[in-house]
């Protein structure tokens, strides 16, 4: 049935086209015209340039003035840190509790007359590949394979991309070795150029979706209404049991076809090949994400590997294959096609994901860069909002305000924020270095300092707590690579401005200019 499965698919993908640029997949856009969605477009990098300009002439005629800005802004971000260390703090207290969980005896907690039976649900898993390493896919098949279920309840779609030599032929191989690990495997090969697209994640997994239901549903007949998707990243390591949590949690919850479900990021895959000196950035981002699941405050977003249902998927019409930014677009999408009636569950059973490398530090810089240019293309979703909210009459606006702010909230306190923060606390001090000397001990730069000083702090709790939960490592510590992780922890402001406000500024630059983005495949091992 797996071979068959597999002619199927792969008759529907042709693989003869153009060869694709070295380097990447380009996407390929008409001419621009003034649309709504370019002026939207605009936002992000136009408020970044907008504060350059104001925070260079209130620098010169202003100082005290911006001073006292710069502070209040920094006082909020050290605010947001504390929040999301307290968060974390939570988070790790929530894994440890899930870890536990009996997930058989918790469905007989849960069940109601309106559950559906725990045996009766299906996992279709999406893993888009374009020039990834057989060993990186084979680690995640290894990973999947180990899940209780794996062999009855869990198919596999492997999406190639038309665009890689030999990708179809990488598929038939994988199929062939791990086709007895699961229920079914599904491969497709994503055609290029196919008008109205870019090559991307989001393109891949909706080309990839859909040939997949066509085998899943119409041919061998399960129950769509039973069919749980997760969409994920090549290098993606699920937890041990989060598909038989998740097929408690699917069957049990009255809202499935309303719900995402999300679990916490953890750089933690080949953690101990990184460059030791992005290890704190690294353990940065998983602490956010983490915090962002856990924090009752805050809007959570699904994040590079998640999952929902087949129904909630079809009713939002499957990702679309225009954006980079897939999971928080099919998160939004899916919330406005459905008037607001949506929300994302947290699981509390953290999948470890790869994070960038690099030999040398230019290296290893030059990869976070290029990771975070693409992940900063989100941008374009401030953009897509304001249009549904303006749009759609449904949910109150309101509600999706509140989605608003969530969404431009990091994009343009990355952007913007960055310049007022940066550029601000310098500024005064080189146009007016006398007047400097005299409000150093004023209330705003104590303020200013203060602040500084906590984000500095719990960045550094944030590694202190990344530190003691990765994996154990293959072999002992060296002493270079001691001293350059420790040496990392004074030069995270500046590992910050390198890797995380310049490529966001450049790519929210590229968005305003409207110029399009170069996917590139980060280097991983």
Not at 127 to 139: M, N, V
Not at 380 to 401: D, F, M, N
Not at 406 to 411: C, E, T
Request: hydrophobic share 45%; aromatic share 10%; proline share 7%.
């Amino acid at each position: 049935m797996k071979n068959i499965i597999y002619r199927a698919i792969h008759s529907l993908s042709p693989l003869r086209h153009p060869p694709v640029a070295a380097g990447g997949l380009t996407g390929t856009h008409p001419q621009p015209v003034v649309t709504w969605e370019r002026i939207l477009d605009v936002i992000p990098g136009g408020l970044a340039w907008l504060a350059l300009a104001g925070v260079s002439v209130s620098a010169w005629f202003a100082p005290r003035a911006l001073i006292f800005g710069v502070a209040l802004l920094t006082a909020y971000t050290a605010v947001r840190f504390a929040s999301a260390a307290a968060a974390a703090l939570w988070g790790i207290r929530l894994v440890r509790c899930w870890e536990g969980v009996d997930w058989r005896a918790e469905y007989n907690r849960r069940a109601t007359p309106d559950s559906l039976p725990a045996d009766s649900v299906r996992h279709l898993v999406v893993i888009p590949s374009y020039h990834e390493e057989l060993g990186i896919l084979r680690r995640a098949l290894d990973r999947l394979a180990a899940q209780p279920c794996a062999r009855t309840h869990i198919s596999v779609v492997l999406a190639m991309e038309a665009a890689e030599p030999g990708s179809a032929e990488k598929g038939e191989q994988l199929q062939a070795e791990y086709g007895a690990a699961f229920e079914h495997i599904v491969v497709t090969v994503h055609p290029q150029d196919i008008p109205g697209e870019i090559q991307c994640k989001s393109a891949n997994q909706s080309w990839a979706i859909r040939q997949a239901r066509q085998v899943m549903v119409d041919e061998l007949g399960i129950n769509a209404d039973h069919i749980v998707v997760t969409g994920m990243d090549a290098d993606t390591l699920w937890h041990p049991t989060y598909f038989e949590c998740l097929s408690i949690l699917f069957a049990t919850d009255p809202r499935r076809y309303a719900t995402y479900w999300q679990a916490p990021i953890r750089y933690h895959a080949n953690v101990w090949a990184t460059h030791p000196l992005m290890r704190p950035l690294h353990a940065t981002s998983s602490a956010w994400e983490l915090a962002y699941l856990a924090a009752p405050w805050w809007q959570g977003l699904p994040m590079s590997s998640y999952s929902l249902s087949l129904r909630l998927l079809e009713h939002a019409g499957y990702w679309d294959a225009d954006v980079i930014s897939d999971e928080w677009h099919m998160y939004l999408k899916s919330y406005f096609r459905r008037g607001g009636d949506q929300r994302l569950e947290p699981v509390f059973l953290p999948f470890l994901a790869s994070a960038t490398t690099g030999t040398t530090i230019p290296q290893a810089v030059k990869e976070r860069y290029w990771q975070t240019f693409r992940h900063a293309w989100g941008a374009r979703e401030i953009g897509y909002t304001l249009k549904q909210i303006v749009h759609c009459p449904q949910p109150p606006r309101w509600r999706a305000s509140l989605l608003l702010l969530r969404v431009a909230h990091d994009n343009l306190l990355a952007g913007a924020g960055w310049v007022v923060m940066f550029l601000g606390s310098q500024l005064p001090l080189l146009f007016h270095p006398a007047w400097t000397r005299t409000a150093l001990a004023s209330l705003p730069f104590i303020l200013f300092q203060v602040s500084i000083l906590v984000v500095t702090a719990l960045t550094i709790l944030f590694w202190a707590l990344d530190l003691h939960i990765r994996p154990p490592r293959p072999e002992p510590w060296t002493t270079g690579e001691r001293v350059l992780e420790l040496a990392s922890l004074p030069l995270i402001a500046v590992l910050t401005v390198l890797c995380v406000a310049l490529p966001v500024l450049h790519a929210q630059t590229r968005l305003m200019m409207g110029k399009s983005i170069r996917f590139r495949v980060s280097a991983k091992t």
